[in-house]
C-alpha cells in the first residue's frame, strides 16, 4: 500500500490559521488509525491529533487542545487538521501517519507509516 500524502503547509503570522491535509490509501483498513505527528528542532516528537481506528476516539495534545480540530472529509480517506490560534511554538514539520493504534487512538510511532511531511512556519 502506498504512503500517506500532506499537504497545506505554509508561513501564517502569530493568531493565524492554516489546515493540513493528508490522503492516505483507500486500501488501508478501517481499523487504522491516522493521526498527526510533529518535530521541531530541539524538540521531542510529539503526536498532535489522531482518530482512532473505526472511528472510535479522537485525540488532542494539551498544547493544541482548543485550537486544532481534526476531522475526516466526506471521503473517507481525506483527513483533515484545522489549526487556529497558531503561535511560534506550533513551528514544525507535520507528518500524518496511518497504522495500527493505540489507547491514545493515535498509530503507534514505531509501526505507522508516514507521510514526506510539510511546513508549519509560525512567525511575525
Known amino acids: 500500500q502506498g504512503k500517506p500524502v500532506e499537504s497545506g503547509g505554509g508561513l501564517v503570522q502569530p493568531g493565524g490559521s492554516l489546515r493540513l491535509s493528508c490522503v492516505v490509501p483507500d486500501t488501508i483498513p478501517d481499523y487504522y488509525a491516522i493521526g498527526w505527528f510533529r518535530r521541531a528542532p530541539g524538540k521531542d516528537q510529539e503526536g498532535v491529533s489522531c482518530i482512532g481506528g473505526n472511528d472510535r476516539g479522537l485525540y488532542y495534545a494539551p498544547s493544541v487542545k482548543g485550537r486544532f480540530t481534526i476531522a475526516r472529509a466526506d471521503a473517507k480517506n481525506t483527513v483533515y487538521l484545522q489549526m487556529n490560534s497558531l503561535q511560534p511554538e506550533d513551528t514544525a514539520v507535520y507528518y500524518c501517519?496511518?497504522?495500527?493504534?493505540?489507547?491514545?487512538?493515535?498509530?503507534?510511532?514505531?509501526?505507522?507509516?508516514w507521510g514526506q511531511g510539510t511546513q508549519v512556519t509560525v512567525s511575525a
Open positions: 501517519t496511518m497504522g495500527v493504534g493505540g489507547a491514545t487512538h493515535c498509530p503507534y510511532p514505531s509501526l505507522a507509516d
